[in-house]
């Protein structure tokens, strides 16, 4: 659906947003279909973790019905990366302290460097935070190296308090609301009907609800009817039966 806003006081913008419309489409009213329309209505909280509308494109990748967060998604696939790396390379990315130990600061420097920058394009970004994701893997294989290899259980644990507490900062330094910014001052909130992405979700979700009870209170009724009209015939046949002997 589409909504007209005035973005700026010489220009109007024209914003996409799914969440204008209530309606629901079931291809097939199974409870499979069901339940896959209810996980792509609510899949954005859970997997873009902003709403899937065109004020956030560069905040995710669209892959079929589904949209991914690009930071999350990058920085997920850098983890698991590492981690293939790190069990199949073991010399470079387990047992080598060199490689561990710098890879952290040049993730970390380029995700302060987008942090500082605001980089909008979604590919760029996708590579900071999948640099930023490789850094926290390399670190995390630092930190274990310290109890496995170096036994230095202390050393170990201060590296866990500090990545610990640099999420926490990184955390605060966004603000909770990060995910939502574009949505405090979007013109969609005075169209008719407004643009709630979490008031149109819940709505979506109970009309499927509402579609799949229908069916079944069909499907019972049709069972009921079918099941009447054979007690009906049983007599008829048995009349058949008596009068034949």
Known sequence: MMGLGKLTETETETILSPYLSEEVVLKKRTPFHAQWEIFKIRSWRFLTHHPAC???KNHYFSIGPLNLCIGCFSIYSAILSYLVL???VPSVFRFNPYVMSILPFAGFGLAIFHLIFKVKNKWIKSLFRFSAGFGIAAYG???IATFTELKEWWLGIILLVILFAGNQLYGMSRGR???RKECSDCP???AN?????EKNT???VRKVYAIIEEELQNLQEKREKKKIESEQEEP???EVVTAKT
């Open 177 to 179: 609301s990060a995910n």
């Open 188 to 190: 969609l909130h005075k």
């Open 54 to 56: 065109s004020e956030y």
């Open 86 to 88: 790190f069990l199949t």
């Open 141 to 143: 294989a630092l930190a």
């Open 202 to 204: 819940n709505i979506k």
């Open 236 to 238: 008829k046949s048995e």
């Open 193 to 197: 009907p407004p643009c709630l992405p």
